[in-house]
């Protein structure tokens, strides 16, 4: 069952004098539970692909349907985006408005601190925190809202690779035991291999090519199917880009 | 070791007057010694003369401050929401804000008269545009994409106020407030000195016409030492309203 469709999807953007097409025909399916990571050069459109899923954009035409049902999505964006004048809990509350219950909105809240391991920094504001850190709680947040659906903007792009690395594995560990919905954008080729079940390239706005990753989790980025998927897909960014 | 930084200078600074006026012996009249600023202090106190002024004026000074606010906030409100109405009022305000107040104070005094009013409007033009226009930058720069982040959460527009626009513009806001403080003590020492009949701007002038240049110190310094406390205060609670701003507590 698919979970989110879109179709002929095309936004621009008006820069000054000149119009940029930010998506251009882009039609995608991605099926419930599966993990997709969104590749492609900076500043072609994944970015703004993401905010028409999220429904923060509107399309300037094109369908986008979400089988939502009772489903949220929670979104993490490149900076943490935290609200300085709340701590992490009161951040973390703000997604939380769906739940009526202070119990229940009591226990979720504990449960996502405990997988996140911010317990201990629950009461901290954003100045308090570090970079790792502040991003966690902002991925905290997200999950507070129970989201069916996930959208992550180069989340981890900011940090340093030992701290990547262990937020990758976290929400590798996350997806397998929530069954959710993931779109993450990224422009590390590596990064998508390893986390998405698809990879989908994009560039100058348009779906480039879509590619089944079968490996399985977790994933060993120095077997030779991990370097050769990585490689073909390198392969076919740097063809669209040099084709445009 | 806070207490031993924040009281070297001004203790320097003591030692060097009482030292300049004893070694070179000038005149007291000119310029009087520490001990005979304490001992005006301590007159003025004993006799109650400086409790009253420094209240008449404190209340002065908060009047026109408070009314300010109440004025200038909603206003920078409106102006943000409504920022195409600002371009028709932007060159008028501007005009306005490079008129000193203290060059306003014969029409004020022609126009209100020579009690509370005009002292109180003098302390309102003072204390406007800092209140305003920090406001209005503060809220005009907060950061959209904290906006889009509410969206995400599907915030209603009263929670992106209370949870977004207010906190992110609180540090220019509180930059505002501290200016007009200042200001308003400025205007109202002023205004006092012109037209009134108590104050400590009043007593400063009244001292200085009868001579008495150890009472004119003995106001200077309750002047500034009003306004550091005010400063203070206002620092202090800002720090309890706003828990999230590392630098009030400094």
């Known amino acids: 069952m698919s979970d989110i469709s879109l179709s002929d999807v095309n936004k621009s953007f008006v820069l000054r004098d000149r119009t940029v097409d930010a998506v251009s025909n882009f039609s995608l399916t991605i099926e419930d539970g599966t993990f997709v990571s969104v590749i492609g050069p900076s500043g072609c459109g994944k970015s703004t692909l993401l905010s028409i899923i999220g429904g923060l954009l509107k399309p300037d035409s094109g369908t986008v349907s979400i089988n939502r049902g009772e489903k949220r999505c929670g979104f993490v964006f490149q900076e943490p985006r935290l609200l300085n004048s709340c701590t992490v809990k009161e951040n973390m509350i703000l997604g939380m408005k769906h739940i009526k219950s202070n119990s229940a909105r009591n226990q979720v809240l504990a449960d996502v601190l405990e997988l996140l391991e911010l317990t201990e920094f629950i009461n901290a504001y954003p100045y308090q925190l570090s970079g790792g850190m502040a991003q966690r709680a902002a991925l905290g947040r997200a999950l507070c809202r129970q989201p069916g659906i996930l959208l992550m903007d180069e989340p981890f792009s900011s940090l340093d690779a030992m701290l990547r690395k262990k937020l990758q594995n976290e929400l590798v560990s996350l997806y397998l035991k929530k069954n959710l919905t993931i779109v993450f954008v990224t422009h590390d080729v590596s990064e998508a291999v390893f986390l998405g079940r698809k990879v989908v390239i994009m560039n100058d706005g348009q779906l480039i090519r879509q590619q089944k990753i079968d490996l399985e989790y977790p994933r060993n980025t120095s077997s030779p199917e991990f370097i050769s998927l990585c490689d073909s897909i390198m392969e076919t960014i740097s063809y669209s880009r040099y084709q445009v | 070791m806070r207490l031993l930084k ?224 005010m400063d203070k205060m206002c620092l202090m609670i800002m720090a309890k309203l706003c828990p999230w701003m590392e630098d009030l507590k400094r």
């Open chain 2, 6 to 229: 924040k009281f070297t200078v001004p203790v320097i600074v003591i030692f060097l007057w009482w030292a300049v006026v004893h070694v070179f012996n000038i005149n007291a009249f000119l310029f009087p010694p520490p001990e005979k600023v304490l001992a005006a202090f301590h007159h003025l106190i004993e006799k109650d003369i400086l409790q009253k002024h420094v209240c008449v004026s404190f209340i002065r000074a908060f009047r026109g401050f408070s009314i300010t606010m109440l004025i200038a906030m909603p206003l920078a409100v409106f102006f943000h929401i409504f920022k195409r109405t600002f371009s028709f009022f932007d060159g008028f305000l501007n005009f306005l804000r490079s008129v000193p107040p203290l060059a306003m104070i014969p029409l004020l005094i022609l126009w209100f008269g020579i009690g509370e009013a005009s002292k109180l409007s003098l302390i309102i033009l003072a204390c406007f545009f800092p209140i305003f226009l920090n406001t209005l930058s503060g809220l005009n720069n907060v950061d959209s994409k904290l906006l889009v982040m509410g969206d995400s959460l599907d915030l209603t527009k009263i929670e992106k106020i209370r949870y977004i626009m207010i906190p992110e513009a609180a540090p220019a806001i509180i930059t505002g407030l501290r200016l007009a403080l200042g200001n308003s003590w400025r205007a109202l020492v002023a205004a006092e000195m012109i037209a009134a009949s108590s104050g400590i701007g009043y007593m400063i002038l009244d001292a200085e016409e009868m001579a008495k240049t150890d009472v004119v110190y003995a106001g200077i310094l309750t002047i500034g030492i009003l306004g550091l406390l």
